[in-house]
């Protein structure tokens, strides 16, 4: 299943404003160094690896749950 390659704008919007707020969005390894790279991926300055926005946990929500919504919870 390769499908959370693929978000769209207004998810990838949201995603970095949340970067942008500097505190939410986590690298996968849970690392809050990261730098928004202007596009569907980021920098992390503890990994010294880059990474697609899909793989990015949101430290807002419990549990680290990715940030990807499930497909079932899109037509809201
Ligand atoms: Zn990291």
Request: glycine share 10%; with cysteine.
């Amino acid at each position: 299943m390769g499908s959370n390659e693929r978000l769209s704008k207004q998810e990838r919007n949201k995603i970095s404003r949340q970067i942008a707020n500097g505190w939410r969005m986590r690298c996968p390894r849970g690392h809050a160094s990261i730098q928004d790279n202007d596009g569907p991926t980021v920098y992390c300055g503890a990994c010294n690896e880059g990474y697609h926005y899909a793989e990015l946990m949101d430290a807002s929500e419990s549990g680290n749950t990715v940030v990807v919504t499930p497909p079932e919870q899109r037509d809201r």
